[in-house]
Nanobody, 123 residues
Framework: QEQLVESGGGLVQAGGSLRLTCGAS????????MGWFRQAPGKERGFVAG????????YYADSVKGRFTISRDNAKNTVYLQMNSLKPEDTAVYYC????????????????WGQGTQVTVSA
C-alpha cells in the first residue's frame, strides 16, 4: 500500500527553523513529482513547494520563496522541506503530496497525500 508519512513538525518561535521529512513507501516515487501543501485553520489547503521527478526543478509559493527549500533523496524515497525564518503566518498543518507531473501537483491534483504534520510558529 502506497503511503507518505510526514515528520518534523512542532512548535518554534518566529525566526526559527524546522525541517520536515516525508518518507514514501509502497511505491517507488523516484518518477513522481513531490510537494508540500499546508492548511491553516479556516483556510483552504494550498501549494507550498514542489520538486519535479525529471530534473529536480523546484517551485515555490511566493509567500515562502527565499525562506523554504524543498529537496529529495530518491535513494531513500524521501523528500524534505527546510523552513527558515519562520513567521506566525506559516502556522498550519503541512501535507506531503505526490503526483506524476509537477504542473498538476502545483494545481493540487495530487495522487497520494500524507496524513499531515502540525507546524506552529509563535510570535
Amino acid at each position: 500500500q502506497e503511503q507518505l508519512v510526514e515528520s518534523g513538525g512542532g512548535l518554534v518561535q518566529a525566526g526559527g527553523s524546522l525541517r520536515l521529512t516525508c518518507g514514501a513507501s509502497g511505491r517507488t516515487f523516484s518518477t513522481y513529482s513531490m510537494g508540500w501543501f499546508r492548511q491553516a485553520p479556516g483556510k483552504e489547503r494550498g501549494f507550498v513547494a514542489g520538486i519535479s521527478w525529471s530534473d529536480s526543478t523546484t517551485y515555490y509559493a511566493d509567500s515562502v520563496k527565499g525562506r523554504f527549500t524543498i529537496s529529495r533523496d530518491n535513494a531513500k524515497n524521501t523528500v524534505y522541506l527546510q523552513m527558515n525564518s519562520l513567521k506566525p503566518e506559516d502556522t498550519a498543518v503541512y501535507y506531503c503530496a505526490a503526483q506524476k507531473w509537477v504542473e498538476n501537483l502545483r494545481l493540487g491534483r495530487v495522487d497520494v497525500w500524507g496524513q499531515g504534520t502540525q507546524v506552529t510558529v509563535s510570535a
